[in-house]
């Protein structure tokens, strides 16, 4: 049965979430695993409009979203943004990517922001849940969209 919880009520979650985030994008970027671990605490702390959820799948944590103020250093005019969407891979196709991206969603409207955005390499998954491209990327990033979804309360 998947439950989604906010991190900053499960803290215990902290380490899976960090070593999760930095074996999917950290260690490419060369953010270390305690690098994440602390930025996670901080998004656990912050009553700055950035928030975490994390999926549990029969009480074992299986997924994580985040919204945070900028994902993109080129476009840190656009705020806030869904980021790090990840599903543990024996548990893809359940249903649970959807209920993370749902409760961000949820999470930036109950803060009042009136759009959320992202940026990746397969729009098609947002795409079916209702978001729309906002821009192709060009340079470093070529091969990714920036997505937008406005927001309703």
Not at 84 to 110: H, M, N, Q, T, Y
Not at 112 to 126: D, H
Request: charged share 20%; with cysteine.
């Amino acid at each position: 049965m998947l439950e989604i919880v906010r991190l900053a009520d499960r803290p215990d979650l902290i380490p899976v979430c960090a070593r999760w985030n930095h074996d999917e994008w950290g260690h490419s970027a060369g953010i270390s695993e305690q690098q994440i671990d602390r930025a996670f605490h901080n998004i656990a702390r912050s009553d700055d409009g950035q928030t975490a959820r994390v999926a549990l799948w029969d009480h074992v944590p299986v997924g994580l979203s985040l919204l945070i103020h900028n994902d993109l250093e080129t476009h840190a005019h656009l705020k806030p943004w869904l980021a790090s969407l990840f599903v543990v891979p024996a548990f893809r196709g359940k249903g649970i990517g959807k209920g993370l991206v749902a409760a961000i969603e949820d999470a930036a409207a109950e803060l009042g922001y009136g759009q959320v955005y992202l940026y990746t390499r397969t729009p098609v998954f947002y795409q079916q849940l209702g978001w729309s491209t906002f821009e192709e990327l060009a340079g470093d990033h070529a091969d990714m969209s920036i997505l937008r979804k406005p927001l309703t309360r």
